[in-house]
């Protein structure tokens, strides 16, 4: 069963904001690393961003640092992704995920073993 809700995507204009939500149980959550993966049609999932359990590492594609923010609540169980300075190339699909923390990367599909269904980012130009 899909234990990872994600929100906030819509339409928006180049160069403008959105925050996307992943809301997580506890139990997939408290511990747990967790990333955002993005994709577009006809393209691979690829890596947006990740942030450990404490939230004092996150990592970044190279195509959204400096643009995009991630962060965790972790005593409401949310993830969150601030994507600043939109493009048209951000649009595709974003899913959260997530996995227990540990000495590991976090940049691939594999490292991760929970799902969302992923919400659509369209970008205007």
């Known amino acids: 069963q899909v234990q990872l809700v994600e929100s906030g995507g819509g339409l928006v204009q180049a160069g403008g904001s959105l925050r996307l939500s992943c809301a997580a149980p506890?139990?997939?959550?408290?511990?747990?690393?967790m990333g955002w993966f993005r994709q577009a049609p006809g393209k691979e999932r690829e890596f947006v961003a990740a942030?450990?359990?404490?939230?004092?590492?996150?990592y970044y594609a190279d195509s959204v640092k400096g643009r995009f923010t991630i962060s965790r609540d972790n005593a409401k169980n949310t993830l969150y992704l601030q994507m600043n300075s939109l493009k048209p190339e951000d649009t595709a699909v974003y899913y959260c995920?997530?996995?227990?923390?540990?000495?590991?990367?976090?940049?691939?599909?594999?490292?991760?073993?929970?799902w969302g269904q992923g919400t659509q980012v369209t970008v205007s130009s």
């Open positions: 995920a997530a996995r227990p923390d540990y000495s590991g990367t976090v940049y691939y599909e594999a490292d991760y073993n929970s």
């Open positions: 506890r139990r997939t959550f408290s511990n747990y690393a």
């Open positions: 942030i450990r359990w404490s939230g004092s590492s996150t």
